[in-house]
């Protein structure tokens, strides 16, 4: 089976529970190159910048580094710089040795042109993981190019002691999300936040995958996002005409602000709830964790098989790196339940492991979240990680369009797919 028809059962068996190392914005603390000479420590680009997992990515190297093994040094970037300058990281001629990353077509895309490392044998001792979980790190080869380490979800978030204070309860239905809608917005709320702006315009593709996942199907996604469909097909005009029923209900600095921003908006009150992955509660102080719920994208139709959002993430390697040994000592322990849970420890707790020998922290919140994962008939990862980098520019463009010009769809969807094409030829 292909990692995109990957089943949710045997998926979730793979991983072994959810979690995921968020991928935040922030300051760049130090730049990195590889320093050309076998042996040495190993250079970790990363892109885990919020203050809470870079904390938890210390833990685990100075972990690593106190068992003398091999030694490695954490060099941490701006997650969108760090997103926007992978390519050339990792196509220069001194490029770090590991990089901070996630499972998809991304990966595969890279291997492809022979930029990572093969690591098989390090596969070959990860005997707690599943044959999904292996298919899911691997490239078109089959050979394993990433070692993932966490999984998180998707979801409603909202402050429960503000649904409470407005007497509104979370929805199940589309009918039903839209009478909470309407209800915050008589109240004077504005009843959704994104935060499309400024360096994250990507989470708006959260609002076209789920709103897709719904009405056509995660198959019909997939393929869509594999060029399989077009854009400007009448399913996907289905998406946007749903779409639109909810728009007048985000706020109004919806693409305007980045989600960390949004964020606040949401802890504030000054919006009532946003579809975001568990990542942003790293940007969320320790004291309103507790707070913090969910709810399940609402369904629109009950007769598609419910499909969650899932992303993986974990690391990869330059395959320039001349520590290869090293590099895979590192890997080795990061798939370990030891290196896991320290990772957990040191960061919002909302992150859960893939080794199913690691435990995850507990909270309601995180088993609210494996439950509804785990009762999900499919899963996807995001638009990117299911598609590519490069299409991820054309669906910034498409929605943010969409957001300024709603009544242009067809003209939208037109350059979407002219775009899209141009993406999928290259």
């Not at 320093?35 to 904390?55: E, R």
Request: net charge neutral.
């Amino acid at each position: 089976m292909s990692i995109d028809g990957l089943s949710r059962r045997n998926f979730l068996a793979g991983l072994g529970g959810l979690s995921a190392a968020a991928i935040l914005g922030g300051c760049a603390t130090s730049a990195s190159t590889g320093t050309g000479q076998a042996g040495g420590a190993v250079t970790l680009q990363s892109n885990l910048s919020a203050p809470l997992p870079k904390a938890a990515m210390e833990s685990v190297v100075a972990a690593f580094n106190k068992k003398g093994a091999a030694q490695a040094t954490l060099n941490t970037v701006a997650s969108e710089t760090f997103r926007t300058q992978l390519p050339s990281y990792l196509t220069s001629g001194n490029p770090p040795d590991l990089y901070t990353w996630y499972a998809g077509s991304v990966g595969r895309s890279y291997a492809k042109k022979g930029l990572l490392l093969d690591l098989s044998d390090v596969w070959s001792g990860l005997t707690d993981y599943s044959a999904a979980t292996k298919t899911l790190s691997s490239d078109d080869s089959g050979k394993q190019i990433i070692v993932p380490i966490t999984y998180y979800w998707w979801g409603m978030f909202y402050r429960k002691s503000n649904f409470a204070k407005w007497g509104v309860q979370p929805p199940t239905s589309w009918d039903e999300f839209l009478k909470v809608c309407e209800a915050l917005r008589a109240k004077g709320i504005e009843p959704i936040g994104m935060g499309a702006g400024g360096t994250t315009p990507w989470v708006a593709s959260a609002w076209f995958d789920y709103l897709n996942i719904r009405i056509n199907g995660a198959t019909y996604h997939r393929e869509l996002l594999a060029g399989q469909h077009r854009f400007d097909d009448p399913q996907v005009k289905a998406v946007f005409a749903k779409w639109k029923e909810v728009l007048p209900h985000f706020d109004k600095s919806a693409t305007a602000i980045p989600f960390q921003d949004a964020t606040t908006s949401l802890l504030q009150g000054r919006t009532g709830m946003m579809l975001i992955g568990t990542f942003f509660a790293d940007a969320a102080p320790k004291d309103a964790l507790d707070d913090i719920d969910f709810f399940q994208f609402p369904i629109i139709d009950p007769k598609v098989p419910i499909a969650e959002e899932g992303p993986t993430d974990g690391f990869f390697a330059s395959a320039k790196t001349p520590r290869g040994p090293e590099v895979k000592e590192f890997l080795k322990f990061l798939a370990t339940a030891e290196a896991q849970e320290l990772f957990i420890k040191n960061s919002a707790g909302t992150v859960l492991p893939v080794n199913p020998k690691a435990k995850d922290s507990g909270t309601p919140l995180v088993a609210k979240g494996r439950k509804m994962l785990a009762d999900a008939a499919d899963i996807t990862q995001f638009f990117n990680r299911d598609s590519s980098d490069a299409l991820q520019p054309t669906a910034d463009a498409a929605l943010l369009q969409f957001f300024a010009q709603p009544d242009q769809v067809d003209s939208i969807l037109a350059t979407w797919q002219a775009a899209a094409e141009k993406v999928w030829q290259s």
